[in-house]
């Protein structure tokens, strides 16, 4: 069994690897949410939940940015009689992943956007999906743009070891700022391949 | 119905048309053994055209003279590297707009690894045109100057089992390649901002409409992604007004657009293709296309019309907890299949009898 997972939504964009295993997480025990309230910035709390572990398969991942996943223990010493102190680990705020999508915006409308969606556990799939541009934060609605791709996740956030909830997170992907020059070489190198091919011989027609 | 892998008669003209969900591919027999390849869809790694001439037991290098790109989305370019590697003598043509600056200015700025270069259409063109250009820096005897193709170019002009054979650009219009040069202007995105993508549904307009005419007995149209728009300078509308073009009635037409409304024009069908004419359309498994409204339209222009493969709802079974909070986050959410392999049109004759013999495979079928 792997070991269990976490997302860490870092401010810099992920490093994207392929990944081909299917993965294997233990979860506490799920409940019956009693609470359903919404949170600001991206993310929709939608229940609380507590319990014992349980086994959950969560889809292996076409694009996966691996690097976000961390373990996030910390130690806690607490005293037990007779044996002195031990350390005793707790979970800090985690983000159990149960579904994710790559995404790329198709449309971008007044309150909503349109995207279309790869779940890599179903690659015979393409979904479609259109969410209203309240479940982004401000700063990600400056991406939103036709093309932006984007990692649609739905997961559990456990934060401590008695609060979780049920989360949508939208992380827009950040990549793409060139230096000038990297841009430059860029162009350069598309330059030198066209200008090898539009020789002479070439066959433009101007129609 | 024969096999898929059914070897095609020296005199049989043959249009395979191949649609794998998310592109499409078109396969042309011109007689005597030589193909035409209009556009490249892959599908779980295997590109599709090359796998069928190979599974006839031909050799793609020897028989694959031409090979269209109609247009740069990644539909259509699929796997086109590996296409034109493995098709070393083929004639590459694509549409006179990829020759602008603005052009190289979005490939530069897109193809770069960080904007997801693997899965980008404009990284696949950059491939195809580094081949190209290795080929002709290595002096290789087989390397022909691509062509930058717009309307009424010649693209190739031969004679296959006694019949000869013209292949011409309908499209793109002077108009087109101008407003797509504009369109990729605005595409492109300041150097210092975040960017990761293009639109994947963004404007057609500088698509290279493809006519096959085959001796005197059929003429070929082939729609890539042209659309219909207002003026009478663009799109379809340039097209049909065309004094140029081969003024005789095609009898196959591949529907342009996936079925597309923006795509569908009355005058196309009254005015360039034979009553009930053969029209093959393929379907685009991210937008729903052809939706069945359009499917209709299609069927009142034609009882011969194919599709290979209609978009389809998938009821994936997902964790309770994932289908609630999908229901809470979205407004809409649809779930579509990819057909199942293979997903292929084709389209036989013979000069005896005159006749179109359409066989189906995998989800393909005739629209009704």
Not at chain 1, 183 to 198: C, K, N, Q, S, T
Request: proline residues 6%.
């Amino acid at each position: 069994m792997d070991a269990p997972e976490t997302f860490n939504f870092a401010e810099n964009e992920p490093e994207v690897q392929w990944a081909n295993a299917r993965r294997t997480v233990v979860l506490p025990m799920s409940k019956r949410a009693e609470a359903e309230q919404p949170l600001p910035g991206g993310t929709t709390q939608r229940g609380q939940q507590t319990g014992t572990a349980k086994q959950l398969s969560v889809h292996p991942l076409e694009m996966e940015p691996s690097g976000n996943f961390q373990q996030k223990w910390s130690t806690q010493r607490s005293h037990v009689p007779g044996k002195g102190q031990h350390v005793v680990p707790t979970a800090e705020e985690r983000f159990w992943l149960l579904n994710r999508w790559q995404g790329q915006v198709l449309t971008v409308g007044s309150d909503s956007f349109e995207a279309q969606l790869f779940d890599p556990g179903q690659p015979a799939v393409i979904e479609y999906a259109e969410f209203a541009k309240s479940e982004l934060p401000p700063d990600a609605l400056m991406l939103l743009r036709p093309g932006a791709m984007f990692y649609w996740m739905i997961g559990y956030r456990d934060r401590g070891s008695r609060q979780r909830t049920r989360e949508s997170v939208i992380w827009m992907r950040r990549t793409g700022r060139m230096d000038a020059a990297a841009f430059d070489a860029a162009l350069g190198h598309v330059e030198d391949i066209w200008r090898a091919i539009e020789s002479p011989q070439s066959n433009y027609s101007a129609g | 119905m024969s096999p898929l892998n059914q070897t095609t008669a020296q005199d049989e003209i043959e249009v395979a048309v191949f649609g794998p969900g998310l592109g499409e591919a078109i396969l042309i027999h011109c007689g005597n053994g030589q193909w035409i390849c209009v556009d490249c869809a892959a599908d779980d790694g295997v590109c599709w055209p090359l796998q069928y001439l190979q599974q006839m037991g031909l050799d793609p290098n020897e028989c694959v003279r031409l090979i269209v790109a109609t247009h740069w989305h990644a539909d259509h370019v699929n796997r086109l590297s590996e296409l034109l590697s493995q098709c070393s003598r083929a004639q590459f043509v694509c549409s006179a707009a990829l020759r602008a600056d603005e052009f190289k200015q979005i490939v530069a700025r897109f193809s770069y690894k960080e904007t997801g270069a693997a899965r980008s259409p404009l990284a696949e063109v950059l491939k195809s045109f580094e081949l190209l250009a290795t080929k002709k820096r290595n002096r290789d005897a087989s390397y022909k100057a691509p062509i930058f193709a717009s309307a009424h170019h010649i693209l190739d002009n031969f004679t296959a089992h006694g019949r000869p054979i013209t292949v011409m650009a309908l499209s793109p219009s002077a108009q087109d390649v101008l407003n797509a040069l504009e369109a990729f202007a605005e595409y492109f995105v300041p150097i210092e901002q975040p960017v990761t993508g293009l639109s994947p549904i963004a404007q057609n307009h500088a698509s290279v409409v493809v006519s096959v005419q085959i001796g005197q007995e059929v003429l070929l149209l082939l729609g890539g992604d042209l659309q219909k728009t207002s003026s009478h300078l663009t799109g379809w509308n340039a097209v049909i007004a065309s004094t140029l073009r081969p003024q005789e009635l095609s009898a196959f037409f591949k529907v342009p657009h996936h079925g597309s409304t923006n795509a569908q024009s009355d005058d196309v069908w009254q005015r360039m293709l034979v009553p009930s004419v053969h029209a093959a359309v393929t379907q685009f498994v991210g937008s729903g296309l052809p939706t069945r409204q359009q499917q209709q339209w299609l069927c009142s222009k034609s009882p011969f019309v194919f599709a290979t493969g209609l978009p389809s709802n998938s009821n994936i079974r997902r964790r309770r907890e994932v289908e609630k909070t999908i229901r809470e986050s979205t407004r809409k959410f649809a779930s579509r299949r990819l057909p199942r392999r293979p997903a292929v049109v084709r389209f036989r004759k013979t000069s005896q009898d005159g006749a179109w013999r359409v066989e189906t495979f995998g989800e393909a079928r005739r629209l009704t």
